[in-house]
């Protein structure tokens, strides 16, 4: 075998291995953000669905805030010591982690300490999540031979989106090998279970690899940093490139990522009402759009990056109101020809605790389109079983829909899935190599990791917990508003969410346009 071939065989043999460990490290993260209905109702206080589902974003967002700090903390071990014995060690944690998630006691036997574990395991979730990415970046851009740095890297790239898929999958082949009640009791904690065996496996193949050449060599010259933070921001010509990388790409990137798959998950789930049918619109739409993570990094190389990401930042903000506001009219039963004969309203009274009761009416119909809608809603009951009302004088009350939809429909909303992912691929596939082309090797895990973090974990992560907040609060506008008479406040409440990812996106981008410059295939080795 020529030394070609050789080294072939090498550069993919490294990038099986930190893709599949960093794939399963990103399913563990988000097996947490996929169950975040059924986990709102384990393990926070019954008798407020809205707010235990707010309480569970917010825990869910935790994990992203605490990234940057795992991102300083395994950086710099990262940069001492070595790529490959930090990522081994993220690993362990993240995976003893979410086994763990998938253990703990409901709030009904533990109280509140379920809503506190859960919040430990999370930050800890969030640290490992910190310094793994970094470093499975760093791994495989300095083995990648020169000219394909974009290409090769573009496969961590598709690790995030991958590991979502697969948590979808595992949850579905879950649901569907038992019954709704025996999923709702224990089984969605199979899902958390199931990523034990999975580590095992990725510590397994991590183990028999070697170190970065790069960094091996570095450390061979006595050239590694001594102090990675000092010297990532304390020194005033790097720290600016660490802040152009994160204002100027990772902040728009981190927004259009997390609006393409989370926030449209949940706006599929919560908004739309499709909860038994968002993890194959999901499913399907992460499928056709992943391969151009891999086309989008392979083009970096030829034309450089900077632009690449730019037009995915632009196309995405330009579009996501006119694709939600597409996205919610295929739900709309405004629009929709009821079939009368099919309509059926019940009521009843449901015990929550000793204390809390639930007058719940459910009112189903049937559109001759094939559209099944159910709407349910539960009036807060006092001791004397009168309506709680809120500081409006209205019933306190939580409303759930339960819809599905035709086959065109679901396509319909694929399709959507798609043209949002496909965005996310043009920001996400390159930006891997062109974090790690900004800084020097003895300092590059910490510097990367840190705005990568942030960007990804605070401006990204916080988006469906204040995607949300901005939707409720319209909806409280416009019934304060219609109170005083003066009509609706917003026409499209449920769109208002989207504001959060065209602010910071359009920020990002200007600066970007600005400052950044399109390199491609430069090293600082």
Known sequence: MDNTVQKKSSIFSVITASSVGTMIEWYDFYIFGSLATIISMKFFPPGNETAAFLSTLATFAAGFVVRPFGALFFGRLGDLIGRKFTFMLTLILMGGATFLIGCIPAYETIGFMAPVLILTLRLLQGLALGGEYGGAATYVAEHSPTGKRGFMTSWIQTTATVGLFISLIVIMLTKSSMSAEAFSDWGWRVPFWVSIIMIIISFVIRRKMSESPVFAKAKEEGKTSKNPLKESFGNKFNFKFVLLALFGAVMGQGVVWYTGQFYAMSFLEKVMGLSEQVGSIMLWGIA???????????????????????????????????????????????????VADKTVKTAELKVVSESITDSVYVTSKVFTDGTTWKETKSFVLDANKMPVVNDLGEKKMDVKIDATVNNDGKWTLIFWIFIQIFFVTMVYGPIAAFLVEMFPVQIRYTSMSLPYHIGNGIFGGLLPAIATALVLNAKTANKIAEAAGLGLAFDKPYLEGLWYPIIIGAVSLLIGVIYLKNGHNTTHD
């Not at 086309?295 to 930042?313: N, Q, V």
């Open 288 to 338: 056709f759009a992943t391969p151009f993570f891999l086309f989008f990094g392979w083009l970096s190389d030829k034309i450089g990056r900077k632009w690449i990401m730019m037009a995915g930042i632009l196309v995405a903000i330009v579009s996501y109101r006119p694709i939600y506001s597409a996205m919610y009219e295929v739900t709309n039963v405004k629009n929709k020809t009821e």
